[in-house]
């Protein structure tokens, strides 16, 4: 599939990831089709994205006339034979388990047009052996975003063993066109660049804690405005799921041994369902007005 001949993009799964990617593909001009397993599921989806218009039109960063074609271009969809059998680039943001992902690329494969191209969004997953259940490993790479896609530069394009030079060209050309800077990852490795240090980093904040050192807001303080980054660990790992954290470590864990233990802290934290902004609920508490972290 050459760059210039994409028109349509599928974009599977309508979670944090999931809608954030058909945003940018539709403010990008694309036609998207987001799909995901259950209609309530892909309308939040649909309604997420209506919302971060609507925001971004408000702020001035595009106009409202914008933001309605840009809504206007995403169809959302339940049926997968539906969503991917038009699509020249079928995107995957499902969640971070390695069989979830492999039963989607089963079915869409029986689906897809011939020259598509599957993307996956994994966070830490391999791409080879991901790229193996299709029949189409050469067209097939990582396009790793990050949370919130509209907000975020950066996207990791990554190489499976398998990929053709030409796919990982197509992906970089797309997401130019998505307004984002491509890093190419040239090795298949656990968490690619970015997660190899953050997840790091952010279970790091959940032992310095777990071990009585200092207070969540105190690591967030020192994350936050002496280390420079944007936001503090804590609120990091509320902004991009605590689940998904827990899943790339837990991974990495496995791949790379004992330097990547997950913090009891975390795994408490994704036992009671306190994900997050997602839920309302993670370190901070977003029904009682989030993070307060001390200057
Ligand atoms: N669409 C539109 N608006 C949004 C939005 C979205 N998706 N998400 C947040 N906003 C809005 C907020 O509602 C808020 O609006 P308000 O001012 O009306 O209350 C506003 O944006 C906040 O934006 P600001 O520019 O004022 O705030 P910041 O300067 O703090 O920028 C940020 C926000 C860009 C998210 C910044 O804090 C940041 O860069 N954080 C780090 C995020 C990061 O590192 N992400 C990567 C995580 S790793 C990952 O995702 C990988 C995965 O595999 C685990």
Same mark, same amino acid.
Request: glycine fraction near 6%; include cysteine; charged fraction near 30%.
């Given at each position: 599939? =050459?760059?210039?001949? @994409?028109?349509?993009?599928?974009?599977?799964? #309508?979670?944090?990831?999931?809608?954030? @990617?058909?945003?940018?593909?539709?403010? #990008?001009? /694309?036609?998207?089709?987001?799909?995901?397993?259950?209609?309530?599921?892909?309308?939040?989806?649909?309604?997420?994205?209506?919302?971060?218009?609507?925001?971004?039109?408000?702020? =001035?960063?595009?106009?409202?006339?914008?933001?309605?074609?840009?809504?206007?271009?995403?169809?959302?969809?339940?049926?997968?034979?539906? #969503?991917?059998?038009?699509?020249?680039?079928?995107?995957?943001?499902?969640?971070?388990?390695?069989? @979830?992902?492999?039963?989607? /690329?089963?079915?869409?494969?029986? /689906?897809?047009?011939?020259?598509?191209?599957?993307?996956?969004?994994?966070?830490?997953?391999? +791409?080879?052996?991901?790229? &193996?259940?299709? &029949?189409?490993?050469?067209?097939?790479?990582?396009?790793?975003?990050?949370?919130?896609?509209?907000?975020?530069?950066?996207?990791?394009?990554?190489?499976?063993?398998?990929?053709?030079?030409?796919?990982?060209?197509?992906?970089?050309?797309?997401?130019?066109?998505?307004?984002?800077?491509?890093?190419?990852?040239?090795?298949?490795?656990?968490?690619?660049?970015?997660?190899?240090?953050?997840?790091?980093?952010?279970?790091?904040?959940?032992?310095?804690?777990? =071990?009585?050192?200092?207070? @969540?807001?105190?690591?967030?303080?020192?994350?936050?405005?002496? +280390?420079?980054?944007?936001?503090?660990?804590?609120?990091?790992?509320?902004?991009?799921?605590?689940?998904?954290?827990?899943?790339?470590?837990?991974?990495?864990?496995?791949?790379?041994?004992? #330097? /990547?233990?997950?913090?009891?802290?975390?795994?408490?934290?994704?036992?009671?369902?306190?994900?997050?902004?997602?839920?309302?609920?993670?370190?901070?508490?977003?029904?009682?007005?989030?993070?307060? +972290?001390?200057?």
């Amino acid at each position: 599939m =050459d760059f210039e001949d @994409i028109e349509t993009v599928a974009v599977l799964g #309508a979670g944090n990831m999931g809608h954030g @990617i058909a945003e940018v593909a539709a403010l #990008a001009g /694309y036609q998207v089709q987001m799909r995901d397993i259950k209609e309530e599921f892909v309308q939040d989806g649909y309604d997420n994205i209506e919302w971060s218009l609507n925001k971004l039109a408000e702020k =001035d960063q595009l106009t409202q006339q914008e933001a309605d074609e840009a809504l206007g271009r995403v169809t959302a969809l339940v049926d997968v034979e539906d #969503a991917v059998s038009d699509a020249d680039v079928v995107i995957e943001a499902v969640p971070e388990k390695m069989v @979830i992902k492999k039963d989607v /690329y089963t079915d869409v494969e029986k /689906y897809a047009k011939d020259d598509a191209i599957f993307a996956t969004n994994t966070s830490s997953l391999s +791409i080879t052996e991901l790229s &193996e259940v299709t &029949e189409r490993p050469e067209q097939f790479c990582g396009m790793h975003f990050f949370n919130p896609p509209v907000r975020m530069q950066l996207v990791e394009v990554i190489s499976g063993e398998y990929t053709a030079d030409e796919t990982l060209d197509t992906i970089e050309e797309l997401a130019e066109a998505f307004d984002k800077t491509p890093v190419r990852v040239r090795k298949d490795s656990p968490g690619f660049i970015v997660n190899r240090i953050l997840v790091p980093l952010m279970n790091e904040a959940c032992w310095l804690v777990h =071990d009585d050192v200092a207070t @969540i807001e105190e690591v967030d303080s020192t994350t936050k405005f002496d +280390i420079g980054l944007p936001m503090g660990s804590f609120e990091l790992s509320d902004q991009v799921g605590n689940d998904v954290g827990l899943h790339v470590l837990e991974y990495m864990h496995e791949m790379l041994g004992d #330097a /990547y233990e997950p913090c009891p802290l975390l795994e408490r934290k994704v036992d009671s369902e306190e994900l997050g902004k997602k839920t309302g609920k993670g370190f901070y508490d977003y029904d009682d007005g989030g993070a307060d +972290i001390p200057t």
